[in-house]
């Protein structure tokens, strides 16, 4: 197994609940108005330190759309999804933008803030 590389963010960030590995920006929401099967969810332009499942065809409220759930590298629990194209023209601009469940996210309204660690980084202690 590889050695696990986390980027830490600086400022107002959001990060996985479950292990508190840091995931975006605050300033990168594009949009609080989205839905998910468990309540709110956000739209964001960049998201780190996720993995990404295959490619599916998924029927959204807004029509159909090719998504690819995205995982924690730090616990791999899902978090959300990407939007990697859009069938409809008015839908377009999601194309390469990223979804985080709310739920499965903790942010600046809970009190994440700079200092903040994710996981405990891979020591090289043990590589001597």
């Not at 959001?14 to 929401?29: P, Q």
């Not at 939007?83 to 377009?92: D, F, G, L, P, T």
Request: aromatic content about 12%.
């Amino acid at each position: 197994m590889g050695r696990l590389f986390v980027i830490t963010l600086d400022g107002k960030f959001y990060s996985c609940k479950f292990c508190n590995t840091h995931l975006a920006l605050f300033d990168d929401i594009m949009s609080k108005s989205f839905h998910c099967r468990y309540g709110r969810a956000y739209l964001f332009d960049n998201v780190i330190n996720i993995t990404s499942a295959e490619k599916e065809d998924r029927m959204m409220i807004t029509g159909m759309h090719t998504v690819s759930d995205i995982f924690c590298v730090g616990c791999g629990s899902i978090v959300g999804w990407k939007y990697e194209a859009a069938h409809e023209k008015s839908q377009k601009y999601k194309e390469g933008k990223f979804i985080l469940e709310r739920f499965k996210v903790l942010g600046p309204e809970e009190g994440n803030k700079p200092g903040d660690e994710g996981p405990a980084a891979a020591s090289d202690a043990g590589d001597a």
